[in-house]
Antibody, heavy 117, light 110 residues
Framework: EVQLLESGGGLVQPGGSLRLSCAAS????????MTWVRQAPGKGLEWVST??????YYADSVKGRFTISRDNSKNTLYLQMTSLRADDTALYYC????????????WGQGTLVTVSS | QSALTQPPSASGTPGQRVTISCSGS????????VSWYQQLPGTAPKVLIY???QRPSGVPDRFSGSKSGTSASLAISGPQSEDEADYYC???????????FGGGTKLTVL
């Protein structure tokens, strides 16, 4: 059974940094593209970043501030977030992509990031 | 404003067929496949449809998806009370080089 477990969320001041982790199990982690999606309180889903093969992709709203990475030896996906702003406040989900951009097969339960002074 | 346009709400009775639309452009739906997600209150999204019309195992067959040109649709034949949720479409956008989601549609079962 595929499991994705996010961690690392919390309360951080504007301008601060945070690193999110997503521990994966139940599949060959290194073989799949992985994505971070966020959801602000009461709002819809917003794509944040994707790591596919050796390529990284970022939403314009986080480009230059967030960095996605993975450690295949630890079956873990990361999202390093810097220069955090109030509008980065959201529940952050990691998701396992299905092949050939066909969608997101599995989602974690999310970790909450709150940016506030 | 989302790159994909969905109606904010939809409703229907268990005897009806409800359709949720998702409108995009040539750089996203016009080129790539569409997936649909169901988000029950307080839970993580779950895939309902991938590759425009494929249903993962375990998803009831009352859910179906289709795509034509730059638009896609999710149909629910005879919605049940447990189907009350938010529904999102998504696809890859070649111009933005990233995934795009619709704004979401809240389904109410009357």
């Amino acid at each position: 059974e595929v499991q994705l477990l996010e961690s690392g969320g919390g309360l951080v001041q504007p301008g601060g940094s945070l690193r999110l982790s997503c521990a994966a199990s139940g599949f060959t982690f290194s073989s799949y593209a992985m994505t971070w999606v966020r959801q602000a309180p009461g709002k819809g889903l917003e794509w944040v970043s994707t790591l596919s093969g050796g390529s990284t992709y970022y939403a314009d709203s986080v480009k230059g501030r967030f960095t996605i990475s993975r450690d295949n030896s630890k079956n873990t996906l990361y999202l390093q977030m810097t220069s955090l702003r109030a509008d980065d406040t959201a529940l952050y989900y990691c998701a396992k992509e299905a092949p050939i951009l066909s969608g997101f097969e599995s989602w974690g339960q999310g970790t909450l990031v709150t940016v506030s002074s | 404003q989302s790159a994909l346009t969905q109606p904010p709400s939809a409703s229907g009775t268990p005897g009806q067929r409800v359709t949720i639309s998702c409108s995009g452009s040539s750089s996203n739906i016009g080129t790539n496949t569409v997936s649909w997600y169901q988000q029950l209150p307080g839970t993580a999204p779950k895939v309902l449809i991938y590759s425009n019309s494929q249903r993962p195992s375990g998803v009831p067959d009352r859910f179906s998806g289709s795509k034509s040109g730059t638009s896609a649709s999710l149909a629910i034949s005879g919605p049940q009370s447990e189907d009350e949720a938010d529904y999102y479409c998504a696809t890859w956008d070649d111009s933005l080089d990233g995934w795009v989601f619709g704004g979401g549609t809240k389904l109410t079962v009357l």
